[in-house]
């Protein structure tokens, strides 16, 4: 059997650092734009 | 329906007296070819790749380029005083504007390989005599799907902030169906393959361009508003 | 932004595909472990088309309705999935290295998911340049329809090209039947990406609303 799991661990990790960081990037820009929700009408 | 195909030659007319008056936009294409098929040639070893097997790739990528040119100015014409009011305004059928100007870049993307496919033959010392029918064949059916994609994203990247970005970005992947197909129907002809073992891409080409056209047309009024 | 029962199960069903793929699921004998990247790998692939799909209908029905909810679904659906796209096309290469040898062949599905990728950002950036909504709106679904239509003439031209240009590979991945625990595996990973996906839609779509300044309660008005 080949000795491989640098390139499963690798892209484990990818992906997941992909989820995550796509999903914190979405609370921020929530955050962000909760901030200027009070008083603004459009 | 006729007096959309007349109005639609009445737009094409237009444009191409737009730019035949000029020819701004049609020499900066040609040289611009001219210059890639030149450059594609020292960009390579010629001791490894034989010329006839590069090509069919340098034709087409700059088929593709040099379209994209074209297809930029399509709509890029009428920004100047938004000179597109008065075509939509004008009592027309906004499908007819469409066509009007994708039979223009027909005529432009046409014009350029007129020059730019022999070219390519004397550069790169092509037995293009013998294949001339069908490579035309491929030429204008590829131009019909480059123009229909092309011209409805004009019409779309012009009103954007990015437009000279956007107007690759949008229409390169939809050329990649067009390509392939000419590419390598092109090479099949090329090395003296029968005409009939480029059948299977010519019919793909077809089926892209009868796609397209229909699907760009009846798309095109969507992009102009109510 | 509360977390919804949704995202609790869907982070909770990640969860338990990883544990369940990294421990409990037997390693394959001619790929090694390598071959475990096919659970993260195969579901992305899934809804990263099930997404453009979606985008591809909200934007027909946008044009026929009209109605701004079906511009921010098509929206939210793009954005989520150009990142599950950037999923499958960064796990691909590192499955294909160790198997295939090469970071990349053009394998005909991997290179049609790089299609889909570029036909995803292109939507993104046209729409990053329009400010005015109601054009932005019209324009992307018209792009949705036409990247729709698009990828089955990808697909043929990629599929006929490769079929005329075979390229030596050294093994072949994915066997067609596999041992049920790896297929037990493998279903729960496509039904927890799938829950990952519906949370991540529902809240970049929840995000559209609040940036829109649009009153969910008022969501049903046409435009």
Redesign the interface.
Known sequence: ?????S??Y???V??TV??VA??AG??F??NR??AR?PG??? | MRSILADAWLIARKDLAIEFRTRSAFLSAVVFALLAIVIFFFAWDATAVAAIDLAPGVLWVIFTFSGLLGMHRSFGVEQPDRAIDGLIASPIERESIFLGKAIASLAFVLAIQIIAIPAVGLFYNLPLARVAVPLSLITFLAAIGLVAVGTLFSAMAVNTRLAELLLPMLALPFFVPIVIPAAQATAKLMSGRPVGDAFAWLKLLVAFDIVFVVACTLAYPFTLEE | MKPTPLTIAALAAVVVTYIRAIFFTPIEAVQGPVQKIFYIHAPAAWVAFMAFGLVALASALYLWLREDRLDRIAESSAEVGVVFTTVVLTTGPLWGKPVWGAYWTWDARLTLTLFLWFIYVAYLVMRGALDDRAMRARYSAVLGILGALLIPFIHLSVYLFRTLHPRPIVMKPSAPSLPSEMLTTLLLAFGAFTLLYIALLRARYRYAVTRDGANPAEEHRAS
């Open positions: 059997m080949p000795h491989n799991e390139y499963y690798t892209a484990y990818v992906a992909i989820y796509y999903a979405l609370l820009r929530w734009v909760k929700l603004k009408d459009e």
